[in-house]
């Protein structure tokens, strides 16, 4: 069965850093994109916005203007696992981190929304 797991949350201060895993079993991350998404603690999941992703194949990738310059996805394949290294962390990151998986993506132009495979979430808190 197809899955994603995510793990790395936690509390920070702001400033601070983390470092969050995607990892995915009952598939290989070969041809698809991961991305990142956050639903803030205001919003309904269906309200999450993805912030970063990147082609497995080709390591390309888009970020959004939230955390351009502070965080940076990465890909092992040889563990088949995404990451995401968030530094500078501030309030506003606070949040539920979700991975999600969609093969044969063009992001380009961004990271779209509809994706085939989700993780559960992990809990992302840096208080103000």
């Known amino acids: 069965q197809e899955r994603l797991v995510e793990s790395g949350g936690g509390l920070v201060q702001p400033g601070g850093s983390l470092r969050l895993s995607c990892a995915a079993s009952?598939?290989?991350?070969?041809?698809?994109?991961i991305a990142w998404f956050r639903q803030r603690p205001w919003e309904e999941r269906e309200e999450r916005d993805a912030?970063?992703?990147?082609?497995?194949?080709?390591?390309?990738?888009y970020y959004y203007d939230s955390v351009k310059g502070r965080f940076t996805i990465s890909r092992d394949n040889a563990k088949n696992t995404v990451f995401l290294q968030m530094n500078n962390l501030n309030a506003d990151d606070t949040g539920i981190y979700y991975c999600a998986a969609d093969q044969f993506r063009n992001i380009a132009g961004g990271c779209g929304l509809w994706y085939d495979y989700w993780g559960q979430g992990t809990q992302v808190t840096v208080p103000s």
């Open positions: 912030i970063v992703c990147i082609s497995v194949d080709d390591g390309s990738t």
């Open positions: 009952g598939f290989t991350l070969d041809h698809y994109v």
